[in-house]
């Protein structure tokens, strides 16, 4: 564990549930200081969103790891008095208020860029800041449906398929986190000349820039991709199979070696089906076949060694149980044990990835609502504590 690359950078996590959480997340993982603003009777939603262990929520405490918790009435006349004090000494804000809810409390990016010329804003909302759509509310799961992900996800003859877990708001968070370095890279060494700026992300969008070449696909040759179930659109094997012990593994021949070796493994080099590139991949559904036969009768770790013998790259279906026993993730820390007070201590995902010089840490996992007033409100901005127990009696904090 130790100092991260961002260490110095002041960050302001204004923002709810997933998409900007997790912005800040990976952030505060890498050394900037993080202070996480909830509303003082609402807190955020994520506190009541995951199972919970002794009353006390996990996902908030994964998600809001090495954060400083403060409370703040962003509407009232006074906790805009705060905020605007917390910017002033800030690099970053991160909020997912809909658009014109900030600019209606007078925090608009103008007021803000007034008070601190060199502030960089991520503004995470549904569908941005602006079009037609701009005041719907947006969760991640209309994202997965209108970006595309859900249509081409799913069995040939199922319905659309929506992922089980934050899909769209997790890699919105990790476009909303380098998005952020862009701008402050901009700011402080590029044409910026100390000047921040405002950064417009939807849930939508980073989602539907991953999905592929599909676009410039319709455009040029008018094709709409459909659910295939695991198989991809290239023609190579690509899919889960079940082996004879019942474990199921995964693998893909996508690129030219990949199918020269499963072709060798099987000894189907004879074979006309099979015997170029050019025929394997035109017979790819009888490849996908044969592997799944070869592998339903042989147990899963001999389907592991076999493969691995030929170099043809596979995997284990893993569960969380499964990976809290297998030594290259225990390796590699991936899984980490952190202390925490309400819990003894809290299992989570590690740091990713991983700086040779700057590695970072996890100091500590998402605090109780409110726990770091007194440090925040008090030691950094110098507000008398008599006068945050008067705010505190007003529900301002």
Not at 53 to 76: E, F, H, I, P
Request: one cysteine or more.
């Amino acid at each position: 564990m130790g100092k991260g690359p961002l260490e110095g950078l002041t960050v302001i996590d204004a923002s709810s549930i997933v998409a900007g959480p997790m912005a800040a997340t990976v952030m505060a993982d890498y050394g900037a200081s993080v202070v996480k603003i909830e509303h003082p009777a609402r807190g955020d939603a994520l506190r009541n969103m995951g199972l919970k262990k002794d009353g006390v929520d996990l996902w908030w405490k994964m998600l809001s790891r090495n954060k400083k918790a403060v409370t703040l009435n962003l509407s009232s006349p006074e906790g805009r008095e705060i905020f605007l004090k917390m910017i002033a000494k800030s690099d970053v804000l991160i909020e997912n208020f809909r658009p014109g809810t900030l600019e209606r409390w007078g925090l608009g990016f103008a007021v803000l860029h007034s008070v601190h010329r060199g502030l960089v804003m991520l503004r995470v909302t549904g569908f941005g800041q602006n079009g037609p759509y701009s005041q719907r509310p947006g969760f991640g799961t209309v994202a997965e449906a209108m970006s595309g992900f859900a249509h081409i996800t799913g069995e040939k003859d199922g319905p659309p398929t929506l992922p089980n877990l934050a899909l769209a708001d997790g890699i919105a968070g990790l476009f909303g986190a380098a998005a952020v370095m862009f701008a402050l890279r901009w700011r402080d060494v590029g044409d910026g000349n100390g000047e921040g700026q405002y950064i417009d992300l939807s849930l939508y969008e980073p989602l539907f820039y991953i999905l592929g070449p599909q676009v410039s696909n319709f455009h040029k040759l008018g094709l709409v991709q459909h659910r295939s179930g695991n198989r991809g659109m290239g023609g190579a094997p690509r899919n889960a199979y079940r082996a004879r012990d019942g474990r199921w593994v995964a693998f893909s021949a996508n690129a030219p070696a990949m199918v020269e070796r499963i072709i060798r493994l099987l000894d189907l080099e004879k074979d006309p089906r099979f015997s170029t590139l050019a025929e394997a991949y035109k017979n790819g559904n009888e490849l996908d076949a044969l592997i799944g036969k070869w592998i339903q009768e042989h147990d899963c770790q001999d389907v592991l060694s076999t493969f691995e013998e030929y170099e043809a790259a596979i995997g284990p279906v893993y569960s969380v149980a499964d990976q809290f026993e297998d030594p290259h993730f225990l390796s590699r820390q991936d899984i980490v044990e952190i202390p925490d007070p309400e819990l003894g201590t809290i299992k989570m995902q590690g740091l990713v990835p991983r700086f040779s010089a700057t590695p970072g840490s996890i100091e500590f996992a998402g605090p109780p609502k409110g726990a770091h007033n007194l440090e925040i409100l008090r030691d950094w901005l110098g507000i008398p504590e008599e006068k945050l127990k008067e705010l505190k009696e007003k529900g301002v904090i």
